[in-house]
């Protein structure tokens, strides 16, 4: 089965509201993960990662909260933007493994008006 | 540009034929990835390469599939006697370094339609 997952295909929040994005694993090696934006046509732009041994790190309008012990993770987008309007994708690479990245099927966030 | 660059952005051909398709990673970046996406679908990891170490070729489906990196750099992707389903969109990315704590940045691929 698919190692790294999303629980909701699609989001729609108002423009300026908070959104949050989650995303559930279930290999407990994983230890580096990624967060990626996808609009069509164009290839995943990273957003931020964070690595296991940390629980949160924060960027430029979003943060990303890792909670280990129930294997999730999300990504908070804050004041969201028509230009936040895409698929992220969480990734996870395996430690000790390969350094491909395993993705999830992505969850499409729309910014309404 | 600095970005990681692909070639053809698009690819139509006919069941059976075979493709190449090209990847200049980002300068200075030692780690070319290889990726696959069929439509509406997450990425699927193809083959890596680290250095001049040996590629880890463990995500290619079949033996249809190869690719090759020259001189560290620019990689070929190839798909031979392609089939229906080879039909999805090639993406490759490179990092600086290994994967693990190093974020692997994507072109915007090649989309390769089999007839």
């Known amino acids: 089965g698919e190692s790294v997952g999303l629980h909701l295909p699609t989001l729609s929040v108002q423009e300026g509201d908070n959104s949050i994005i989650n995303c559930a694993y279930s290999?407990?090696?994983?230890?580096?993960f990624i967060w990626y934006k996808q609009e069509s046509g164009k290839g995943p732009q990273f957003i931020i990662d964070?690595?296991?041994?940390?629980d949160k790190r924060q960027g430029q309008r979003v943060t990303v909260l890792l909670n280990k012990t129930v294997k999730h993770l999300s990504l908070q987008i804050a004041a969201t933007q028509p230009g936040d309007s895409a698929v992220y994708f969480c990734?996870?690479?395996?430690?000790?493994?390969?350094?491909?990245?395993?993705f999830g099927k992505g969850t499409h966030l729309i910014i309404q008006p | 540009g600095a970005g990681v660059s692909q070639s053809p952005s698009n690819k139509v051909t006919e069941k059976g034929k075979d493709v190449e398709l090209r990847c200049d990673p980002i300068?200075?970046?030692?780690?070319l990835y290889w990726y696959r996406q069929s439509l509406g679908q997450g990425l699927e990891f193809l083959i890596y390469?680290?250095?001049?170490?040996?590629?880890?070729k463990s995500g290619l489906p079949s033996d249809r599939f190869s690719a090759e990196r020259t001189g560290g750099s620019v990689s070929t992707l190839t798909i031979q006697r392609t089939q229906q389903e080879d039909s999805a969109v090639y993406l490759c990315?490179?990092?600086f370094g290994t994967g693990r704590g190093q974020p692997q940045h994507f072109g915007d691929g090649t989309r390769l339609s089999i007839l």
């Open positions: 300068s200075g970046h030692t780690a």
């Open positions: 290999n407990s090696a994983s230890d580096y």
């Open positions: 390469f680290q250095g001049n170490s040996a590629p880890d």
């Open positions: 990315a490179s990092s």
């Open positions: 964070i690595r296991s041994n940390m």
């Open positions: 990734a996870e690479v395996i430690g000790g493994g390969a350094d491909g990245l395993t």
